[in-house]
């Protein structure tokens, strides 16, 4: 039985049983309905609670069958909408015990129910958005009428998750408890027998609309469609809202229904339902030697050393504060620390105003203190530390070599960079075993991707503790090896090369960008890179050789050993324009550091006397084609990260790229989009650019890519096991 009953006097506890989260799984609908009718004919029975096992009152519809499931007939045949209104119409009181979690599936049945109890620490929410979905059992229609529709329409639309005191003051649950939640809900239950139920039943309640309610609705799906761009269910959970401000109960479960079959099964639901389990899937690391969560021993990190008090250092000593770790924030100089730890302070001011807010009333932990120094020496007692001194080998040697002599032994040494050499700088240390990197994304202390780069000698305990650390942070942690640029910014490189090339052939940064937004990027490839500062491709190019004072005299302006090179983002940073941190970059902005992108008469201008000057004729591109020409180049990486054995699968590339670069989730991932347009496809555009652009080498079609294309193109979780990994260094 997935629900099981059992009596307390005249109460029927029913217990929902399907770990690890008691997913409401067709079968558990089943028996749950079994048991509700069974326990409301029992004349014994006067009250009715229910409660999920181990402490988790449920996680939801079970997603696991979802892809199973045939809308047209079996979700017709029974639903969970069914429970909900059987609960609902009882007439014995149903108190609702919630306990962990109550999300999606899991909430609208506690919403069915007369009563709801929460634990202190339970957490509640209607996530089915980020599902691709809609909260298809009712709970469109029960939430405004309980909360009004601002707050409904606000947690619908965006599936956030409130902690439990934040759910009373809103008034979801009845009131919260920080002993057991079961047992209160028994006592409650025996309490309220015999009284009226009417005004208990949410779907008897009126819904209570603002005067300017459609304005509110329509508002709000321009706001929606700005944010998620592209994303189907936002926009159609504010038609749902639209129905149960319209429309009797009854009626507007109807349109709840057909709205939520229009969503189920669509593409953007499968991508958003494949991300999901992506994440679950690749936090389930291993390393070539078998190494993993059993065989390791994550330690915990109390006290944890920052170096470098720039953007990226001051992202990490906020994250690593805000999970309640002691920070020593080091500096070189005064100057920079002052710079430094004034910025930090005033982030966590920013931080605890949020959560304050956020938790209300609610005593919550405090963030970790974060002590400022000069002194190197206070190193000494940290657990854990971050380097995040700008991206220099020689100065990071120089660091880790100091850290060999003054770190506790055992202390974990950790690299904040977006592609140097893992090994090398492992190499200067004590403890190579003990040396990984840790890509943050900027900003650090929002940004939910953490690379995690595995060194040659990093051994099993150095892996889980950090990937153990990115759960503590609320990060999403992804273990891939080491390469230059690792993975992310190894599919980045060919990405804005291509961009940039097209405003050699006669695009502009705008009519680029647009496209890319289109498709759902939160950015394009230019308003991205001048968020995140020209200047930092520029130092490493120079660093390279590709530009500056290493170049080698002679080598021509638009080619650098025979492959295709473009120079503007050079010549940008030579003029000073460094993007938003200078106020001017592709675009020009209000102010320096301001973030409202406007088109620059003078980028406009630049472009067009350098095409002159290199006498480049104009190509028209259509958008499709700006999109592919992009877009194709960076899937074919992914493949070749693939084929070198730098990420595990192709669902490590796409949690990457869907929580660090901006990548529409409802579109799955790079990986995930390609397995959906078909790898044929990309194949046949990739080799139609890669002839008529034979100097860039990125076009060249990945050998993964034609192998897995003669096979019939299986899908993409068969990709690991039809060809297996033989350079697998993961
Ligand atoms: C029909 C009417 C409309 C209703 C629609 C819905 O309700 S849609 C649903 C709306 N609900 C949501 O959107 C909630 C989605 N779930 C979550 O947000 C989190 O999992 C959590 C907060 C429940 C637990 O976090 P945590 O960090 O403690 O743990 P964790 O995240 O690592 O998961 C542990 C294991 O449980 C698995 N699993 C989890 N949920 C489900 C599920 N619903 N189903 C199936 N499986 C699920 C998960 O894959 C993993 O399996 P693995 O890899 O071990 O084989």
């Given amino acids: 039985m997935a629900a099981l009953k059992h009596i307390v006097g005249s109460v029927a506890v029913i217990t929902i049983r399907n770990p690890p989260v008691n997913a409401l799984s067709p079968q558990v609908q089943v028996s749950l309905m079994e048991v509700l009718k069974d326990v409301t004919l029992d004349p014994s029975v006067k009250a009715i609670v229910l409660c999920g096992e181990n402490g988790k009152f449920s996680g939801g519809a079970d997603i696991r069958t979802f892809s199973k499931t045939d809308p047209k007939t079996d979700i017709k045949r029974m639903s969970l909408d069914d429970v909900n209104s059987v609960a609902e119409r009882s007439r014995k009181p149903v ?121 509110l609705l329509n508002d709000a799906k321009v706001k929606l469609k700005k944010q998620f761009r592209g994303a189907e269910s936002h926009q159609v959970c504010v038609e749902a809202i639209r129905a149960a401000v319209q429309l009797p109960f009854a009626e507007g479960i109807v349109k709840e229904r057909e709205l939520f079959l229009s969503l189920f099964n669509s593409d953007q639901a499968k991508a958003c339902q494949y991300a999901f389990f992506a994440e679950r899937s690749v936090a389930k690391w291993t390393t070539p030697s078998g190494a993993n969560w059993k065989s390791a021993s994550p330690q915990t990190i109390r006290t944890a050393a920052v170096i470098g008090l720039g953007t990226m250092g001051q992202g990490i000593a906020v994250s690593l504060a805000k999970a309640q770790i002691q920070v020593i924030a080091v500096e070189q100089d005064e100057q920079q620390l002052e710079k430094g730890s004034k910025a930090v302070t005033a982030i966590l001011e920013r931080e605890t105003l949020k959560k304050q807010q956020f938790e209300l009333a609610h005593k919550s932990d405090s963030f970790g203190s974060v002590t400022f120094t000069l002194d190197f020496n206070a190193l000494k007692n940290a657990d854990l530390v971050i380097e995040a001194v700008y991206e220099n080998m020689a100065l990071k040697k ?67 503790t950090v990937m153990n650390l990115s759960k503590v942070l609320n990060k999403v942690g992804v273990v891939v090896d080491n390469c230059p640029l ?30 890319l937004e289109e498709f759902g990027y939160a950015m394009g490839p230019f308003r991205m890179s001048d968020l995140a500062g020209l200047d930092i491709g520029w130092r490493s190019r120079m660093e390279f050789g590709l530009t500056g004072p290493k170049l080698l005299p002679g080598a021509p302006v638009r080619q650098r050993e025979g492959k295709r090179y473009s120079p503007l983002p050079d010549i940008l940073c030579e003029e000073g324009r460094f993007g938003q941190k200078s106020g001017k970059g592709w675009y020009q902005y209000e102010t320096v550091g301001g973030r409202n992108a406007a088109r620059d008469p003078w980028v406009h201008n630049f472009l067009h006397e350098y095409r002159r000057a290199h006498a480049i004729k104009q190509k028209n591109v259509s958008q499709g084609e700006i999109l592919e020409w992009c877009l194709y180049p960076l899937i074919n990486e992914g493949f070749k990260v693939l084929e070198d054995g730098i990420a595990s699968g192709p669902e490590d590339i796409d949690v990457i790229y869907n929580n660090g670069y901006g990548w529409p989730r409802h579109k799955g991932g790079p990986m995930f989009y390609a397995s959906m347009i078909g790898l044929p496809r990309v194949l046949v555009k990739l080799e139609e650019f890669y002839k008529n652009n034979p100097d860039i080498p990125s076009l060249k079609p990945s050998n993964l890519l034609k192998a897995l294309v003669k096979q019939g193109s299986p899908p993409l979780k068969e990709w690991r096991s039809q060809l297996g990994y033989p350079n697998s260094r993961l």
């Fill in 95 to 215: 108190v609702a015990a919630v306990e962990g979690v109550a999300l999606g599936g899991g909430l609208e049945l506690a919403l069915a129910c007369h009563y709801r109890i929460a634990h202190v620490k339970a957490r509640v929410g209607l996530t089915e958005v980020l599902l691709g979905l809609l909260p298809g059992a009712g709970g469109t229609q029960r939430l405004p009428r309980l909360i009004g529709v601002p707050a409904a329409l606000d947690m619908i639309t965006t599936g956030k998750i409130v902690p439990a005191p934040v759910a009373v003051k809103l008034g979801i649950v009845d009131s919260v408890t920080e002993g057991s939640a079961v047992e209160e809900a028994i006592h409650l239950a025996q309490k309220v027998v015999g009284q009226p139920l009417e005004s208990r039943r949410i779907c008897s309640k009126p819904i209570q609309c603002p005067p300017n309610v459609d304005s």
């Fill in 398 to 464: 120089e660091i880790f070599q100091r850290l060999s002599s003054i770190c506790k032994p055992g202390a974990f040494l950790c690299t904040n960079t977006s592609g140097l050499d893992i090994d090398e700088i492992a190499s200067v240390t004590d403890r190579p075993h003990l040396v990984i990197g840790t890509h943050f994304f900027s900003p650090a202390h929002l940004m939910k991707l953490l690379e995690v780069v595995r060194g040659y000698h990093s051994s099993s305990t150095i892996i889980s």
């Fill in 486 to 515: 690792f993975v992310g910014n190894r599919l980045l490189l060919p990405y804005i090369n291509q961009a940039v090339f097209l405003l050699e052939d006669g695009r502009t940064p705008e009519e680029v960008d647009q496209v």
